[in-house]
């Protein structure tokens, strides 16, 4: 019989925190097997603030996801795959070279997993550790090679790759592994939200032909540019739906939690906005909202159009959690007027799909139902999971150790 | 040095800058020795002739201006470098003041910081005033530019927006324009003090320079209060101006410069620094400098804390793409800064701009309530 392995997620979001359990069956299919949320304390800005608050909030999420387990499977949530994000997630490009006894010898792998642990070296900085490494381009003797494929067995002097890293701050990182200790739960490893996103709300192809995916949470707003099956550009920053709210309470002269529920009236498209027995001017709360999104949206548009990147998105924009509101969507129409602007929710169906040869885990959920098709929140969380799996499944030979995971052009 | 104390030199650079120090000197007269000198320096001949501050300093070569050009104001003070070398000459301390809505201010400021500072030494602060919150965006935007430049050649800035934070909106517009010359009344009371006055518990010159080379952000305030709990009250109100989301706790460093009358007992002194310690932490060095004067009416206090959020590093942005480093220039928080939820947290900066500050107030949006 062949073996299990149960993994476990856990996003940690500003307004939200939810965890997810996954089996993983030697086949390449993962089962969600639990799911579970809880309001999130403790963290601003998608950034700990609060160790100890967070750690309370971490425990509710686990225990609700454990409790959903509990039907199918005797589990208890231990190690788990963590998001990160916000201002303190940085990425750059560097080049490794390494050299090769001579121009007749062949490329091995133990040549290339020489150049991982090079770039390991080169993307771990005093304050800054990575959390992804991504290789986008090799070079045999200065020509570049299209896939991987290409460079094993090859014949070359000098082998040159290079990479995008994706790095998250060293003291951020403690914080995570801090409160996830207090919580009782240990970090296995560290997933860029933006990047899990990708693994849930993207199919194969779309990350292959190149897929541009924004995401806007409570706490911060970051993108992914995909492409080749993987990441090449991206980008975060502190800046989220709570600054919205913070945005209202301050121009409105009205309390957070007060000016939380005017953005989710004005959201819902109600004509009058009224909270706490008195009414709001729509017209006042539109251009406050309308000002942050605005900038925000461009913000990144100026990003990608300065990256060059803009007409290697094939496959469209994808928006996820608040980035897919009809507010913030109209902006990206602007921004990107000739690109097809989406909005997925996680794709989770409720059969896993047929095996084929393209090395991919299947995700799939028979006891959801339709929950995940209308909940853009859960698409990190989830992400994470078939990332995680995937991981496992087939990128082993490529894995380093401990929290850096590296991928290939595939 | 001028007869054996620091010289201190306050420069107003363009309109703006020279109607403060020209209200400032007007506002000293014959209240400072000769060690404190007052110039203004423009590109326009004829505001910089309109101007009572006694020594005038123009710069380029029309004498008509920049119009809002801030690349012009920097190529005048180029032009004219050898001029404001001289008039920086024997400077110690260089209190540099200007607008950054137009050119002179914005584009000269900076290039005279680099003569003073880099060529002759000097220790330089600056208070700069950034355009009104409702004053159009390009006009914001050249400001934040500007102040960015300044920056760089400035070890110390202190932005101070007009029209923020004023409560009266009834209150007469030239007021509010007078408000922003606060921050350098305030660092020329203290620095008046320090430098002229004997005290009963010394604040040394080179204790004060200690404090205001402390990296990270800043605040000054200055409190005025008579009766049995005047000192004490004093202190309150010098802490309690307005400087953003800073607060005292986060100071590295303190002076606390008290001048009273000769009759303060020991429990209005020790009930006043108990004031102080209370807001501030275990680590904060406090320098205190208790001067006493026999015509002073109740107790003034002038409260200068530096080294606030010096460990908290500007978020690396994304547009830089690049491990952003500390913030190499200190900010004296006098900018009201409208962060809300956010004002425990560490700013998010991205290229310079606060973006933790609502959008609408920094793009000047008006809200009907």
């Given at each position: 019989m ?9 996003d940690?979001?500003t307004?939200?925190?939810?965890a ?10 993962l089962?969600?097997i639990g799911?579970g949320?809880?309001s ?14 967070a750690a309370?909030?971490?425990k ?12 199918r499977?005797?589990?208890t ?12 997630v940085?990425?750059g ?6 050299d090769?006894?001579?121009?007749n010898e062949?490329?091995t792998?133990k ?11 080169r ?9 992804h490494?991504y ?7 200065g020509i570049?090679?299209k896939?991987l ?5 090859s ?14 701050e060293?003291n951020?990182?403690?914080?995570i ?9 240990t970090?296995e490893?560290?997933c ?8 849930s ?6 990350r ?7 995401n ?5 707003t970051?993108f992914?540019?995909?492409?080749d ?17 913070n945005?209202?309470?301050?121009g409105?002269g009205?309390?957070f939690n007060?000016a939380?529920e ?7 498209e ?5 909270v706490g ?5 729509t017209r ?8 942050r ?19 290697q998105i094939q496959?469209?924009?994808?928006l996820t ?8 969507i109209n902006?990206?129409?602007?921004e ?9 929710c ?10 084929n ?9 028979p006891h959801?139902g ?5 909940d ?5 969380v ?9 991981e496992?499944t087939?990128s ?6 401990g929290l850096?995971n590296l991928?290939?052009?595939l | 040095?001028?007869?054996n104390?620091p010289?201190?030199?306050i420069?107003?650079?363009g309109?703006?800058?020279?109607n403060?120090?020209?209200?400032i000197e007007?506002?000293?007269a014959?209240k400072?020795n ?7 320096v ?8 309109n101007q009572?501050v ?10 008509i ?14 032009e004219s470098?050898?001029?404001l070398r ?6 110690d301390?260089?209190?540099?003041c ?15 910081a680099?003569?003073a500072?880099?060529?002759g030494?000097?220790v330089?602060?600056?208070?700069v005033?950034?355009?009104f919150?409702y004053?159009?965006?390009?006009k914001?935007e050249?400001?934040?530019?500007a ?13 101070v927006?007009n ?11 030239l007021?509010?324009l007078r408000?922003?010359?606060n921050?350098?009344i ?11 006055r004997?005290g ?8 004060l320079i200690k404090?205001a080379s402390?990296s990270?952000?800043?605040m000054?305030g ?6 049995e709990?005047?000192?004490?009250l ?6 309690s101006?307005?400087?953003g989301s800073?607060t005292l ?5 303190v ?5 009273t009358?000769?009759?303060v007992s020991f429990?209005?002194?020790?009930d ?14 406090v320098?205190?400098g208790?001067y006493?004067?026999n015509?002073q009416e109740?107790?003034?206090?002038i409260l200068f ?16 793409q690049?491990?952003a ?10 900018l ?5 939820r ?5 700013p998010?900066?991205i290229?310079?701009?606060n ?15």
């Amino acid at each position: 019989m062949a073996k299990d392995k149960i993994l476990s997620a856990i996003d940690l979001g500003t307004q939200t925190i939810r965890a997810a359990v996954g089996r993983l069956s030697e086949d390449g299919t993962l089962e969600v097997i639990g799911y579970g949320t809880a309001s999130s304390q403790g963290i601003v800005k998608s950034r700990i603030e609060d160790q100890g608050k967070a750690a309370e909030a971490l425990k509710k999420a686990v225990l609700a996801a454990e409790n959903d387990v509990k039907s199918r499977l005797e589990h208890t949530i231990k190690g788990v795959i963590v998001s990160v994000g916000g201002s303190g997630v940085t990425s750059g490009v560097e080049t490794i070279t390494v050299d090769n006894n001579s121009k007749n010898e062949l490329v091995t792998e133990k040549l290339l997993s020489e150049i991982d642990e090079k770039f390991e070296t080169r993307f771990t900085h005093k304050d800054q550790s990575p959390v992804h490494v991504y290789i986008t381009d090799y070079f045999i003797d200065g020509i570049r090679k299209k896939s991987l494929d290409d460079v094993v067995g090859s014949q070359g002097e000098k082998i040159s790759a290079r990479a995008l890293g994706i790095l998250e701050e060293k003291n951020e990182l403690d914080k995570i592994a801090g409160a996830l200790n207090a919580s009782g739960q240990t970090v296995e490893c560290y997933c860029f939200g933006a990047v899990a996103d990708g693994w849930s709300v993207l199919t194969a192809e779309q990350r292959q032909k190149g897929a541009l995916l924004i995401n806007a949470g409570a706490g911060s707003t970051s993108f992914t540019f995909w492409k080749d099956g993987i990441v090449h550009e991206t980008g975060s920053f502190s800046v989220g739906g709570d600054h919205v709210t913070n945005d209202l309470a301050l121009g409105l002269g009205i309390p957070f939690n007060l000016a939380e529920e005017v953005k989710q009236n004005f959201i819902k498209e109600e004509h009058e906005i009224r909270v706490g027995g008195k009414y709001y001017k729509t017209r006042s709360v539109e251009t406050i909202i309308q000002n942050r999104v605005e900038e925000t949206v461009k913000f990144i548009s100026d990003m990608i159009k300065e990256k060059g990147i803009l007409t290697q998105i094939q496959s469209g924009v994808f928006l996820t959690g608040n980035a897919a509101r009809a507010s913030f969507i109209n902006y990206v129409r602007r921004e990107f007027s000739s690109l097809e602007i989406k909005t997925p929710c996680p794709i989770i169906p409720s059969e896993p799909a047929e095996a084929n040869d393209k090395k991919e885990v299947r995700i799939f959920s028979p006891h959801y139902g339709n929950k995940f098709q209308t909940d853009h929140g859960a698409s990190t969380v989830l992400g994470m999971l078939s990332f995680i799996a995937q991981e496992e499944t087939y990128s082993q030979k490529r894995k380093s150790k401990g929290l850096f995971n590296l991928f290939s052009l595939l | 040095m001028k007869n054996n104390s620091p010289l201190v030199k306050i420069i107003g650079v363009g309109g703006c800058g020279c109607n403060t120090v020209s209200s400032i000197e007007e506002k000293y007269a014959g209240k400072l020795n000769e060690n404190f000198e007052f110039y203004g320096v423009d590109t326009d001949f004829i505001s910089l002739k309109n101007q009572t501050v006694r020594n005038k300093v123009e710069i380029g070569s029309t004498g008509i201006g920049t119009a809002k050009d801030r690349m012009l104001g920097a190529q005048a003070a180029q032009e004219s470098a050898d001029k404001l070398r001289e008039m920086l000459k024997g400077a110690d301390i260089v209190i540099l003041c200007a607008g950054l809505s137009g050119g002179t201010g914005s584009g000269s400021t900076g290039v005279i910081a680099h003569l003073a500072a880099s060529e002759g030494g000097a220790v330089v602060m600056a208070s700069v005033t950034l355009p009104f919150y409702y004053d159009d965006v390009r006009k914001q935007e050249a400001a934040q530019d500007a102040l960015k430049s300044i920056k760089e050649e400035v070890p110390v800035v202190m932005p101070v927006t007009n029209g923020e934070g004023v409560e009266n909106e009834d209150v007469p517009f030239l007021e509010v324009l007078r408000a922003t010359d606060n921050n350098v009344i305030c660092l020329i009371e203290m620095i008046n003090i320090v430098v002229n006055r004997a005290g009963y518990e010394n604040l040394d010159f080179s204790e004060l320079i200690k404090v205001a080379s402390t990296s990270g952000d800043a605040m000054i305030g200055i409190g005025e209060a008579k009766g049995e709990q005047g000192l004490s009250l004093a202190i309150n109100l010098a802490r309690s101006t307005k400087s953003g989301s800073l607060t005292l706790k986060d100071a590295q460093r303190v002076a606390l410069i008290t001048l009273t009358s000769p009759n303060v007992s020991f429990k209005q002194i020790k009930d006043a620094r108990l004031v102080l310690q209370n807001e501030i932490s275990r680590q904060t060095e406090v320098y205190n400098g208790l001067y006493v004067d026999n015509d002073q009416e109740g107790a003034k206090v002038i409260l200068f804390a530096t080294g606030i959020n010096s460990q908290k590093e500007i978020p690396s942005s994304v547009v830089e793409q690049t491990e952003a480093g500390p913030m190499k220039q200190y900010e004296i928080g006098f900018l009201a800064v409208e962060e809300g939820r956010f004002k425990d947290t560490a700013p998010t900066y991205i290229a310079g701009i606060n973006y933790d500050k609502p959008t609408f107030i920094r793009k000047g949006v008006l809200i009907e309530k």
